[in-house]
């Protein structure tokens, strides 16, 4: 047992913060100002220095991307996530990209891969993940109502699909659709995921969604669509037909390690900012910082910290040696633990601020209502504590 | 002791349930293209059938208004509170104009009564309470920085403030601003209240401030504002030079009774909201409804809500038969109990719409974040808590 | 809606404080060498006096006892809760005599309440309710295994017990013991009650359960018991046969009231001691008093007190004037919310007196153990609670 | 990074496993019976058992014991933590010998490790450490009233002291007393540490000391000590005067991992007892194991056990590798999570026994009684979370 990161680690960690303490904090007063649906417009900018520093699509393992392990890139995307609007884009690093490449680069063909993850890799292209559905509780897959289905040399697909994150962003060319291709086929491969490009008719994106009060059109907002007779060749089907389930289960494990560590990097910011503001702010006659009540809040925050950073880094630690199955306890807890943790932090942070901090002058309200929704996406938490409990009962069951 | 409602109150609930059942849910639909500073469409006609209701500024007791005690209007700012973006404003019930005609019923001159005080009876103007500022802490009052300064036959106010609620309407006419006019005095006399019409010259509204992403402009919003060497006849000033943090506490007593009644409203609507959707929705083959955690929630409510709900009656009771002084621990209670109540039961309404929970088609994220607002305004929780823990503790000190 | 006591309470209340101070509060450190099962040794003395002082089976409506209400005894319940090992008891109010008491007033035959109602009206003897049972979830009573079998002019009854409370007092004459006498028969008819002595042949008690630590020997512990073939007449049943959840359901509601305005008593002593240690040490240099994470602990204590007391005032106000059946949501309400509040504000008590705090020279752990206990007898909170949950999600089922 | 436990600490962690199997759980229903201050019968024979299996002060780098790093030690605390009155003191690795024998080792002179360290690390005699004192803030060294006064060739020591766990025990045979050598030295240096045999004229032990009703006789109980003119000989003194506030702090490091990871071990076996229950009960016709409620209980259990024992092993591993003063917030961080953990854990593994989870057949409410002391045991949290934040905020002090 080893607590410290590697070297390789180290390096990249270095090089990053200096990335961020030089062009990333600085950029995002610019945000301000930011309205519709484009992206911010100092994002090519870091990203074309992102690439030059060599901080590079490093979520993605193998020949495609920087090649780093779960545990390897976790500490970075940590550091991202302090500046999640600018950060994770600025590195090719930012969901649903991340998923969506993955997925291309291990189950796509070679010419969906020539199509949209060369320029989804290069960063010139963004795409969307269209699973979760407005009609049914989408934790639960066997609910999914959207159609494929084969017609000829085609599928034809029909759905509505809600809080598609970056599907408002104009540059965001192609969809993967979750849908079912055989809704009397055995509970977990009734599903199957196909590529759908922005432009194929009867695609309607009916608008955007709100978190919060929040458009988030700076990370692409959140889009409602519908599919109408959505016709595209059998050949964008990923997979086989039946995959989709299985392939949604590969995309989940580095997805929730990716959030959850951006989360611990949320949580880091919104500490700094109450550190900062407890220093700096002298209310009857003491500063906040020599309050208890503060100074709890500090303490607790610190302490949430260090416990929810180290099981995020001992799942991705686990999928790096015993595969996303034998990390699947971990990989749960991760997703209770860490977005719970983050909003209770944040929360207090905004405290601290008084009536600054509900408003545009921090980033605290946008990272919590971020942090908040968390607790929602890839099912709510009592749907992964649930699932847990019942792991945890079998060991019992099993001795009976 | 006695729980019932007197006949009066009875009444009162009857017509002003039938009033949203017929009118204002019916039209809160209209809310959701709403933009802009203006207030809703809808709600000039709302307010038309209010009066001929006969429930027009029910929270006024005395010959302005209609003549309830804080214990029998404080259930109809209840029902209001199911909601909140039309149905206070519809009945002229609306913060902050309660709180300021309050204070023009009581400490305005005849002529200040005149010209503000009657229009806003009226409903035919808005008005906004300039008192918290960017650079302080203020829930301190002795931190304020806005100066009024007696030049000649005027007074001349330098300042900034900010969360000025209400004031990016346009039709918010009048302004009562809090500032110091002589810094030097004792603690509690160095404030005054003075009336600023919206068209001084040199009153600069700078910007609406959002709360989490919400501009908030169906309810006139939050400005930021300059005071630049604003210009205003003596006359202007409410009561004597030094009564400003006098008034203000008389202002704040029944002002928290109406904002935690309402509290109690919005926490009753997402209650409900909560059981009809876990009604509707059957995840993994069972009602959400028959969720063990669900239930929880709900229980956990329905308990939340009786307490909280009796502790504020009881402060309006109190401050009806002791006055604000004699209720002064309950007011303070409620501050602190009513925001923390409703914004935990609205999280849990959130949680169990699942993606929809966060976005524009229920009322709940908005709740929310005024909920949330509520637990800074008028001095954060922390604030409050200490002052009572004080009084708690002094009871044992003077036995000593 | 008033919500100030009646004369007849506030006269009640006066002397009853006067006796808590002038007597009761004295001969608590008595308590410290109690060892075994006999009552304080200080007992009768302090009954003696409760009696001359008019303050006499308080509990009792009707011509058995004072005659007060529900809420007119609320207030006297919540007294005695400052000193719960001697104060019911010193006043004849003691659980479970109460609620034995109370079923022998109202359901049990002429000969039942001359042999057994007289002694205990007098304070002469103690009972015991034997219902808990070890080896079933005793809150669902269909799981009651004891057996009441008719046998001529005899009912023979085979079972086992536990946790019956004052049962392990020598001076305990009489149990009520529920058992089925037609676990064939519908679901809440199964049940009977019947009284049984102490002395009869084949009711064994097995042994003291201790709660924590503690034996409670002051309260006549709580025992394990065998009922092996224990044959007692016909005429010992109470009521009808069948009737025994009925009578069991009729016993909880004013049962509930006097355990929850105990419970307030016992909160309001944790905070009064809590206080008095807050201004009497002085660690590192400022007193606890002074400590900003103790003011919470103290202004969250009185909040949570206030809100939880009216609740319970409500709830007894209700079985005064719509019975037990119109209040079945209060009471369930309290249930859930009075244990935990006062368990909260306890530990927060025992806190501030560091390694004091839980051990012998306070009160508070053994309060605490009592409040803890609460919160699993008569069926632990989860239970109420999804109760309380299928009444409220009804409200909108109904509606459909 | 590495998550994995090494070969050593796998191969004791497989043989404590067997012993605990085999001879511990085994050997628990013996303490039922257990009364007064003696060990329990079946110690010796289990010491005899674990010497012989190599378990044996594990607890001890360097040549006098095992030779195990913290880390490697920690995971067999956490064993031993399962069955806390029994494992650690058949192991030679209980409270609060360890920390007494870590203190002889590192600064007792060559003739005091003779006499005391020697028949300690043999288990033939127990040991306590009198620190805690009933008229101050423990927590604040400077506070401590004892005095160790230099007369002629010897020490007088003067005092009063309390909670000194284990004192009850007759076979204590030794004392480390903190006391002043100089009450008029700077902060950090008036304190010392000295010995003091148990039949020591002047030496009262004057009673036990109880936690929530235990007195904990199997683990030697909590005693109160008068020291009355207690007279030494000089060369008792441990180390030099005015060390002893520095020999405190040098055994609180290892002390926390200790008590920390037992801790995680009791949360376990909280956990494990919980999950049976879960399966064994069906109140309403639905197991225990099958309610939402329980299943989020034993979730959050799973979780927050996850987090905190990463955190103690990184404390561990932070002291092997930095020493205490680089691990100095992470033992802070896990003082102040690990008891309050723990003690969650328990309360719900209580609450799933119903009225059984709070008496004497099942360890679980002694195990909460004893992980609600630790909440105090060194400094109540709160203490450490002010120093914590201090640290916190110092690394935005230092930079402005």
Redesign the interface.
């Given at each position: 047992?080893?607590?410290?990161?590697?070297a390789k680690?180290e390096d990249y960690r270095k090089r990053l913060l200096s990335f961020m303490d030089e062009h990333v904090f600085a950029a995002e007063p610019t945000l301000a100002t930011h309205s519709g649906w484009e992206p911010p417009a100092v994002l090519p900018e870091l990203q074309e220095k992102a690439r030059a520093a060599g901080l590079w699509n490093l979520f993605l393992p193998g020949e495609h991307g920087a090649g780093l392990t779960n545990?390897q890139y976790a500490p970075l995307a940590e550091i991202t996530g302090r500046s999640p609007s600018l950060a994770p884009a600025a590195l090719n690093c930012a969901a649903p990209d991340t998923g969506n490449m993955e997925v291309l680069a291990e189950f796509g063909s070679p010419s969906q891969q020539q199509e949209w993850l060369t320029p989804l890799l290069e960063g010139k292209i963004r795409s969307a993940f269209a699973m979760?559905e407005?009609g049914?509780?989408?934790?639960?897959a066997t609910?999914i109502g959207t159609r494929i289905e084969r017609d000829g040399s085609d599928y034809v697909i029909n759905g509505h699909k809600?809080?598609i994150s970056g599907a408002m962003n104009p540059n965001c060319k192609i969809f993967i659709v979750m849908g079912k291709t055989d809704p009397s086929a055995a509970r977990h491969v009734q599903q199957s995921m196909i590529l759908v490009p922005r432009d194929t008719p009867g695609l309607q994106i009916k608008r955007g969604?709100?978190?919060?009060?929040?458009?988030d059109g700076d990370h692409g907002g959140?889009a409602e669509i519908i599919f109408d007779n959505v016709r595209v060749p059998a050949a964008n089907l990923i997979g086989e037909e039946g995959s989709g389930f299985a392939i949604s289960q590969a995309r989940l494990g580095p997805g929730r390690i990716h959030h959850c560590m951006r989360l611990i990097g949320m949580a880091e910011r919104a500490?700094?900012l109450m550190?900062?503001r407890?220093?700096a702010?002298?209310?009857?006659g003491k500063p906040l910082?020599e309050?208890?009540?503060?100074?709890?809040w500090?303490?607790?925050s610190?302490?949430r910290i260090?416990?929810?950073r180290?099981?995020v880094?001992?799942a991705a630690?686990?999928m790096d040696t015993v595969g996303n199955k034998g990390a699947h306890?971990?990989i749960q807890?991760i997703k209770?633990?860490a977005p719970s943790t983050t909003q209770w932090i944040i929360d207090k942070a905004?405290?601290s601020y008084?009536?600054?901090?509900?408003?545009?002058d921090t980033p605290l309200?946008?990272l919590?209502?971020h942090a908040?929704?968390l607790?929602?996406?890839d099912g709510?938490?009592?749907?992964?504590?649930?699932s847990?409990?019942?792991r945890?009962?079998n060991?019992?069951?099993s001795d009976?």
């Open positions: 047992m080893e607590f410290g990161f590697d680690t545990l979760t407005p049914v509780a989408s934790s639960d609910n809600f809080y969604m709100t978190v919060f009060g929040y458009t959140h500490l700094e550190c900062t407890a220093l702010r002298t209310p009857f910082a309050q208890g009540v503060v100074q709890d500090i303490a607790e610190r302490v260090e416990q929810t180290l099981l880094l001992k630690w686990l306890t971990e807890a209770i633990a905004i405290q008084g009536a600054a901090g509900v408003g545009q309200p946008s919590w209502a908040r929704t607790r929602l996406a709510p938490d009592e749907v992964h504590k649930r847990l409990a019942r945890e009962l060991r019992y069951r009976s």
